[in-house]
Structures are given as structure tokens and as C-alpha cells.
């Protein structure tokens, strides 16, 4: 399924099959999984609990290998971690020890290579960390920190962002509050991003396309394409379009018929988180 024809594809995983070696023998994580991301697509992969979303995204960023298959960057092969993609993940894994402004200058100390400054002030700027440069992550919020994950993802001017469920820590208000933040990021720079969740709203509310993976091992279900206009808006998550889509979706992950109206024309309540 094509969401936008004559796109270049920025990301492609190419029947991505992955082993662990466990003490138990082998487990089987995902299998043969196959997408591709347009260059300046938001997409999004649901699934449930322990399907293999992590395994997936770890191969993308280069931080583990694949048992089979390949992860192509413009056409070219992923082999380990690239300037071109940044991660963000469930935790924000800022170090305790060290401020905000620290900790997001802490990759370029790693790298040996001088921070963009004047770009890292507009990246706290525009997700609103101004002045909080001194602040320990221990004084922050879980949003904030997470707000403070994504400059540092930035910093580098990445083309390809990943995001592993960043935001399945946080109360339902500060996640509406980072999505609307997100998209808005998304819509300016137009980075191509892929996005892990197992919230099946927060896929519909930020994909341009949803990638329902299986239980596990892991495979490609089935590929949703979000049409809902952008900017989107929190008033969209209560219209009967979105409510149909996750309904939709969750019957998919769940391998049953989507929840019809009864004689009553009662919709069955469907919750959004799977796993
Ligand atoms: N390093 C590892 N070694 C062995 N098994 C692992 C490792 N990482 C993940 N797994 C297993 O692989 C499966 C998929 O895990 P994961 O990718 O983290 O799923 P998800 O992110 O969808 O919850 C799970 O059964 C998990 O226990
Ligand atoms: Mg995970």
C-alpha cells in the first residue's frame, strides 16, 4: 500500500527476522517483517505486549544484528548506529547526575565533536525547556524529561527519528500534550519518523500509516492508511471515524470481527491499549 505514490521510500525492512539466544534455546522475536517508510512519513507499528516492537526498532537504529533479512537506509544497508537516525525511547535515560544542558551536549562529548549550540537552544526552546538548562533530571517531570530526550534526539539533525513508546510512562494528559508536540515537530521539519506504541489512539491520532504487527514472533498483520486531515486535533479522538479506526485496528491485533452496533445501535466499548 502506497500512502503517498512517487515518495521515495527513506526506510525499508526487508523480511527482517530476528532470533534471541536464550539459556532456554532460541526465541523467536519477529518474523520475516517487512515494511518501508516514506521519506517524510509518520508511521507508526502496534502490537502487543512482547511482540517484538523493541527487537524491531533495535535493528532499525543498528544496535542489534538481524538473524535474517535487512534494514536499508536511502538504499542503503544499516549496519550499526547511524548519524542519520536518532532514538528515542520509553525512558528518557538522561543521567542523574548531570543537568539538562549536560546531558543533552553529553552525545557530542562521546563523539568528540562540537554541539550545535545555536540549533540545540532552538530544539529547548521549541519544546518548551528554556531556563531549565540547570535543572538535574530528578527536578523534571516525566514529560519533561521526555521532552529533553527528544532535543537531544534532534541535536544531531537526524533525517530519521524512531521513537520506542515514549510515552506510555506518562498520565493520559501529558501524553495528548506530547502527541499534540510531536506532530507539530513532525509538521515543521518533516522528518521521517518511525513510531512504536501500543496505544492504538495514539497511532491513529499521529500516523500518516499504521503497521499492526502480531503477537509474537512478530509479523506484519496489517497496514492501515490514516487519512484524517493535519493538523490533527484532540476533538478528532472522540469523532466516530477515529472510534471505527481503533476499533478496526484492535479486532485486527485481537483476530476477531471489529464491535458492531446492537439492536440498541450500543457500540461496544473498545479499550485502546492492546497487550
Ligand atoms: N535481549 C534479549 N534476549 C532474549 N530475549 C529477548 C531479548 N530482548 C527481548 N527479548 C524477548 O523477545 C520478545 C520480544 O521482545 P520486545 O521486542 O521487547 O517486544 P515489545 O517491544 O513488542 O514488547 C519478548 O518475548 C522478549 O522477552
Ligand atoms: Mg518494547
Avoid at 521513537?163 to 495528548?176: Q, V
Avoid at 515537530?185 to 518533516?190: A, P, V
Avoid at 481503533?246 to 491485533?253: D, M
Amino acid at each position: 500500500m502506497d500512502s503517498k505514490p512517487g515518495t521515495p521510500d527513506k526506510l525499508v525492512v526487508e523480511n527482517a527476522t530476528k532470533y534471541y539466544e536464550t539459556q532456554s534455546g532460541p526465541l523467536h522475536a519477529i518474523d520475516n517483517f517487512s515494511m518501508s517508510v516514506k521519506d517524510g512519513e509518520f508511521a507508526c507499528v502496534v502490537g502487543p505486549s512482547g511482540c517484538g516492537k523493541t527487537t524491531l526498532l533495535w535493528s532499525v537504529a543498528g544496535l542489534h544484528p538481524l538473524t535474517d533479512g535487512k534494514v536499508l537506509l536511502d538504499g542503503e544497508p544499516v549496519t550499526g548506529p547511524h548519524p542519520q537516525i536518532g532514538m528515542v525511547f520509553q525512558e528518557a535515560n538522561l543521567l542523574p547526575w548531570r543537568n539538562l544542558t549536560k546531558n543533552i551536549r553529553f552525545p557530542f562529548e562521546i563523539k568528540k565533536v562540537p554541539p550545535d549550540e545555536a540549533h540545540i537552544e532552538h530544539l529547548l526552546d521549541r519544546v518548551g525547556l528554556t531556563g531549565f538548562g540547570n535543572k538535574f533530571p530528578r527536578e523534571l517531570s516525566g514529560g519533561m524529561q521526555q521532552r529533553a530526550a527528544i532535543v537531544r534526539a534532534l541535536s544531531f539533525n537526524p533525517s530519521v527519528l524512531l521513537m520506542d513508546e515514549p510515552f506510555g510512562a506518562l498520565d493520559a494528559f501529558t501524553r495528548d500534550e506530547m502527541n499534540l508536540l510531536v506532530e507539530e515537530i513532525w509538521l515543521e521539519t518533516r522528518k521521517t519518523i518511525l513510531f512504536i506504541t501500543h496505544n492504538i489512539t495514539e497511532a491513529v491520532f499521529l500516523s500518516d500509516r499504521v503497521f499492526v504487527m502480531s503477537s509474537r514472533p512478530g509479523r506484519l498483520a496489517k497496514i492501515f492508511t490514516i487519512t484524517l486531515p493535519r493538523p490533527r486535533t484532540l476533538d478528532m479522538l472522540a469523532t466516530k471515524e477515529v472510534f471505527d479506526l481503533v476499533n478496526e485496528i484492535k479486532a485486527e491485533i485481537e483476530h476477531r470481527p471489529p464491535a458492531n452496533e446492537d439492536a440498541s445501535g450500543q457500540v461496544s466499548p473498545v479499550a485502546d491499549e492492546v497487550g
